[in-house]
């Protein structure tokens, strides 16, 4: 099992920056791919970023490529998102996941472990 605790959301302004944090706990050696996902109100959870647990890769949806940087620091065993320019359209519920599978294309679905999410609200 892999426990995931969110952090770090909040209100913010367009064009500001924030960082939102996913402590991870358990059986963390056995993660393979962590990534990050969000679903704004009324609309499906969509993928957003990936990064390969050794940190060596990371995949991007369109949306946020160039504003938007995850990483990980597996000493701390916490993955970061770095969110930069931020807009009214960001808005939603952050969520961390772990995959463990290694099936298909590594950032692809399924992740295994999801934490409780975190709360990004960007005003215009």
């Known amino acids: 099992q892999v426990q995931l605790v969110e952090s770090g959301g909040g209100l913010v302004q367009a064009g500001d920056s924030l960082r939102v944090s996913c402590a991870a706990s358990?059986?963390?050696?056995?993660?393979?791919?962590m990534g990050w996902f969000r679903q704004a109100p009324g609309k499906e959870r969509e993928f957003v970023a990936a990064i390969r647990w050794s940190g060596i890769s990371t995949y991007y949806v369109d949306s946020v490529k160039g504003r938007f940087t995850i990483s990980s620091d597996n000493a701390k065993n916490t993955l970061y998102l770095q969110m930069n320019s931020l807009k009214p359209e960001d808005t939603a519920v952050y969520y961390c996941?772990?995959?463990?599978?290694?099936?298909?294309?590594?950032?692809?679905?399924?992740?295994?472990?999801w934490g409780q999410g975190t709360q990004v609200t960007v005003s215009s």
């Open positions: 358990g059986r963390t050696s056995s993660v393979y791919v």
């Open positions: 996941a772990a995959k463990v599978s290694r099936r298909g294309v590594w950032y692809s679905p399924p992740y295994e472990y």
